[in-house]
């Protein structure tokens, strides 16, 4: 598959900018031709991820309960309701948003229709961005590696929790933007935040897995009897697979390339050639 680039950097440099949370972007238009990275480490990200590295078949991301609902009744068996309210299964949905029960006897060949607090949210944002990508820590490398090929300006949207900074996510956010940069840091023009997220990874990348346990959404997962899906979400680079976004649908970028049902746009990644 091929992935769509733009080139729209200032003074010949790839800009990186990050938002802190979702609630930063008021509308979907500003993230309107961007290319856009959508971390929620704890969970939505890696849950998505591990579905996906286990064979289902796509993921639908919905506004709410009652859009998902309305999904999963019209996909004539075919789809698995998920998601979580608080951290805890939606009642009358088939999985949550624990990574461990996205196992492949459980979502194999399955359509996953998702609603969660704040992941779906993020994602909905960039539904008009040219690259959307998710990203956790369990697919980082495969995520750098991406964006170095595009070579072109990105955002990295941090879900958040409850509309305000989280810890785990800005670190993972961080972790992109030192491995994107890395061997040729002044090729990037840099936000502050970005920047700032990027400092902060260095104060916790030896020990990814403590620092959810420290983050006020890991200690809330622990006291609700989530602790495994802790060490599920330290993984670096469990899954190496590069989730996309195209017309509402989540897909690795392999799968996207062999549907045939699919007409996509022959989309260039090739060098930055200046500004549009």
């Given at each position: ?154 955002i990295i949207c941090c879900a958040g929790r409850e509309g305000r900074f989280s810890l785990e996510d800005t670190v993972c956010g ?53 602790s495994d899906d802790l060490e599920e979400c330290a993984k670096v680079d469990a899954c190496n697979i590069l989730p996309v976004m ?31």
């Amino acid at each position: 598959m091929e992935i769509i680039g733009r080139n729209s950097g200032q003074k010949g440099k790839i800009n990186i900018d990050l938002y802190f949370s979702h609630t930063s972007i008021d509308s979907e238009l500003e993230l309107k031709d961007k290319n856009v990275i959508i971390i929620d480490v704890l969970r939505t990200s890696t849950t998505m991820i591990t579905g996906l590295a286990n064979g289902a078949k796509e993921i639908i991301p919905t506004e709410s309960i009652a859009a998902a609902g309305l999904i999963g009744r019209n996909s004539e068996g075919q789809a698995l309701l998920c998601g979580e309210r608080n951290g805890k299964i939606i009642e009358g949905f088939n999985l949550g948003n624990s990574v461990k029960e996205y196992k492949e006897e459980n979502v194999k060949n399955k359509i996953l229709v998702f609603n969660s607090t704040n992941g779906t949210v993020a994602i909905l944002k960039a539904k008009f961005s040219r690259n959307c990508v998710i990203a956790s820590f369990t697919n980082i490398s495969r995520v750098a590696q991406f964006l170095k090929e595009l070579n072109q300006d990105f955002i990295i949207c941090c879900a958040g929790r409850e509309g305000r900074f989280s810890l785990e996510d800005t670190v993972c956010g961080g972790m992109l933007v030192y491995l994107v940069r890395s061997g040729n840091p002044n090729s990037y023009s840099v936000s502050d935040s970005a920047t700032g997220a990027e400092k902060l990874y260095t104060v916790y990348r030896k020990d990814l897995k403590k620092m959810l346990h420290i983050s006020e959404h890991g200690k809330y997962l622990v006291s609700i009897g989530f602790s495994d899906d802790l060490e599920e979400c330290a993984k670096v680079d469990a899954c190496n697979i590069l989730p996309v976004m195209r017309n509402g649908i989540i897909k690795t970028t392999e799968a996207f390339a062999s549907d045939p049902k699919l007409t996509l746009k022959k989309i260039s990644q090739g060098k930055r050639t200046g500004s549009e």
